[in-house]
């Protein structure tokens, strides 16, 4: 089966640093991603790992261990802005295509 | 703006109508997909479509019918819809090559309300 795994909800202050993590268990892996979703839009791409090792990306960075089925996405320097939905998807193997597989998604709320 | 579009953005439907949802994707992307967002779950894969061709079919629900007539556009036509189909459906597209799907560019969704 497929399961992927991270917070439900947490909360942080303006100016701080958070990590939220994200574990999978999953047949087959080709890249995880990391996307943001404000309440009533669209989600965004944020990040993109496919080795391990850490990827940055301005205030935000995503880090991936394979052999752990584990990965983080460390936001800095928190913004009032950043308070939303922040989903963690595998891309596995699957029929004629990849597809992803996705968390439920973990809501951040910045407080001031 | 992701370069997909996505219509009506709000629908309410009784469980006799029968309606559309539309999505078109500006990117020249050859892969679309539709999913379903329902509050505290993931977000669920319901089609794709390469290249106009159906790849994959999640298990749904006949009730539910997609239609691709190119690869800008991709419809989901929806009849004798239940009460628990109501939920947010996203549209996406993406770029693919040799089965590796680049990443995926998300519409705003359409929030159906099934009475």
């Known amino acids: 089966g497929q399961n992927i795994d991270q917070p439900t909800e947490m909360t942080a202050t303006e100016g701080a640093i958070v990590q939220i993590n994200c574990t999978y268990q999953t047949s087959g892996f080709n890249g995880l991603f990391w996307y943001q979703q404000h309440a009533g839009e669209a989600p965004t791409f944020l990040s993109y790992?496919?080795?391990?090792g850490l990827e940055e990306k301005g205030r935000f960075s995503s880090f991936l261990s394979r052999s752990k089925g584990y990965s983080y996405l460390l936001l800095k320097e928190l913004q009032m802005k950043d308070s939303a939905s922040y989903l963690c998807?595998?891309?596995?193997?699957?029929?004629?295509?990849?597809?992803?597989?996705f968390g439920t998604g973990t809501l951040l709320a910045v407080q001031p | 703006e992701t370069g997909v579009t996505q219509t009506p953005r709000h629908l309410v439907m009784g469980m006799t109508n029968k309606k559309s949802l539309k999505c078109e994707q500006h990117l020249g992307h050859n892969a679309m997909y539709w999913y379903k967002q329902s509050a505290k779950k993931p977000l669920e894969l319901m089609f794709v479509?390469?290249?106009?061709?159906?790849?994959e079919n999640n298990s749904v629900p006949s009730r539910f019918s997609p239609e691709c007539p190119n690869s800008s556009h991709l419809f989901l036509h929806l009849h004798t819809l239940q009460p628990e189909d109501s939920a947010l459906y996203l549209c996406a597209s993406s770029q693919e090559y040799r089965g590796l799907v680049e990443t995926q560019y998300f519409g705003p969704g359409t929030r159906l309300l099934v009475l």
């Open positions: 790992n496919v080795l391990d």
């Open positions: 998807a595998v891309r596995v193997y699957g029929g004629a295509t990849n597809k992803l597989i």
């Open positions: 479509y390469n290249f106009k061709e159906q790849t």
